[in-house]
């Protein structure tokens, strides 16, 4: 009976060091999130890729240079189907 009451309490004892353990670590980690300077921000793989330097964004001009490529594609389709008739 009496190992049993020390084995308790030696668990216990345990416990409540981890338990010490983690507040202290809940408690540092709720003073760094109140910090904005410390938050975490998720790389996104696009904007902070290294491949990315030096590249610029896509012009105002993108959607005729769109609407050309869809008519070549089309006149190149039109041959193809003129040829086989």
Same mark, same amino acid.
């Given at each position: 009976m009496g190992r049993y009451i020390e084995q308790t309490q030696a668990r216990s004892e345990l416990q409540q060091r981890i338990a @010490? +353990?983690?507040r202290a670590k809940a408690a540092a !980690? @709720?003073?760094d999130e109140? +910090?904005?300077s410390t938050a975490y921000t998720a790389i996104d793989g696009v904007e902070d890729a290294e491949y990315m330097r030096g590249?610029? !964004?896509t012009t105002s001009l993108a959607w005729a240079?769109?609407?050309i490529f869809l008519a @070549?594609? @089309?006149v190149f389709i039109y041959f193809v189907v003129r040829v086989n008739s």
């Open positions: @010490a +353990d983690l !980690r @709720a003073k109140g +910090d904005p590249t610029k !964004r240079w769109a609407t @070549a594609v @089309a």
